[in-house]
């Protein structure tokens, strides 16, 4: 299958320093709808033979320049082959129109992902896993449950993108009247974008922040908005998913199969993320003595994205090196 070109940035323009004891090179693979997806690959300098593998994506609305590409970067440092990508539609990433979301073909990039791992000549097919951040932890869950060639998933600071569209945060909007209501927006927001040509955008994070804003809305911003993690590409740091951008997550829950899983899964969260729930929610449906919930004391959702002192990197390399 032929490839669509991509342009490319050369040069190393992540949030996060580089990583001198790591090899970092670009490259491209696509899903089996056509669509051509852009990764930043990292590997272990010097690092000889089959690796094992991970595929890394998230969080939902960021771009590999963030905090997957800080995640893939750690564990090449700790002997992996790691492929941070952008799904389908946003950042380098290909497919049109921008900014669009789907629970089938962004697990479907995951699973994309798989198939190109398993093809390079320096990976071990055997032993490749996932790392999904933040809503890309909901659709890394999602890939495993159908992908037998995954052998252990981490989501870290998960959300359920599909739970969250249907009944809002800790089920403030989980009635008939509330999601009729948001069908008829999302509607009349796809005639207006029809009539007009164009897909309006439904903003990144908010800039500037209003007073009253939610803390965890803060952490956002402090996140997205500012030098510590802003990216030109990243739609939550400019201007966000197209407004009807999500709107088949309302029927479409990925995590209906979670208790099939049968490879491992480790999922890890905040104490004091507004998230927590979410993680809580799914390692209930997970079956198995391989399945763990790991809670991180005083961490906030944003401190998984970017924070070292909570992100619990010897954690995810033992999980990995015990399962892969």
Not at 123 to 135: F, K
Not at 240 to 258: C, E, K, R, V, Y
């Amino acid at each position: 299958m032929q490839e669509e070109q991509l342009e490319l940035v050369q040069e190393w323009d992540k949030v996060f320093p580089q990583n001198e004891a790591v090899d970092h090179c670009k490259v491209t693979f696509h899903n089996r709808y056509g669509i051509t997806l852009a990764a930043d690959l990292y590997k272990p300098k010097g690092a000889e033979g089959k690796l094992a593998a991970l595929a890394v994506s998230g969080p939902f609305g960021a771009v590999k320049e963030q905090s997957s590409g800080l995640y893939a970067q750690e564990m090449a440092s700790r002997g992996f082959l790691a492929l941070a990508f952008d799904p389908s539609f946003t950042g380098e990433s290909g497919g049109q129109p921008r900014r669009m979301a789907s629970p089938d073909i962004n697990t479907e990039d995951f699973m994309a992902a798989v198939d190109y791992l398993s093809c390079r000549d320096d990976v071990d097919a055997n032993r490749i896993g996932l790392i999904g951040i933040c809503g890309w932890g909901g659709m890394a869950i999602n890939a495993a449950s159908m992908d037998t060639r995954v052998k252990a998933t981490v989501a870290s600071t998960m959300y359920d993108m599909t739970r969250v569209s249907r009944e809002g945060y800790f089920g403030s909007s989980d009635t008939e009247d509330a999601r009729y209501e948001q069908r008829v927006a999302m509607c009349a927001q796809r005639t207006a974008d029809y009539a007009s040509g164009e897909y309006v955008r439904a903003g990144g994070v908010v800039d500037p922040l209003p007073e009253d804003a939610p803390w965890f809305v803060k952490d956002y911003h402090a996140y997205y908005k500012t030098p510590r993690g802003y990216h030109e590409r990243s739609g939550n740091s400019t201007d966000g998913w197209n407004a009807t951008g999500t709107q088949t997550f309302m029927d479409m829950p990925i995590l209906s199969h979670a208790d099939e899983i049968r490879s491992a899964v480790l999922l890890v969260h905040g104490e004091k993320a507004h998230s927590r729930y979410f993680s809580e929610g799914a390692f209930e449906l997970l079956k198995g003595d391989n399945k763990e919930l790991m809670i991180i004391p005083g961490a906030t959702h944003v401190d998984l994205y970017d924070n070292y002192a909570c992100i619990p990197f010897d954690k995810l390399e033992s999980f990995f090196n015990e399962n892969l």
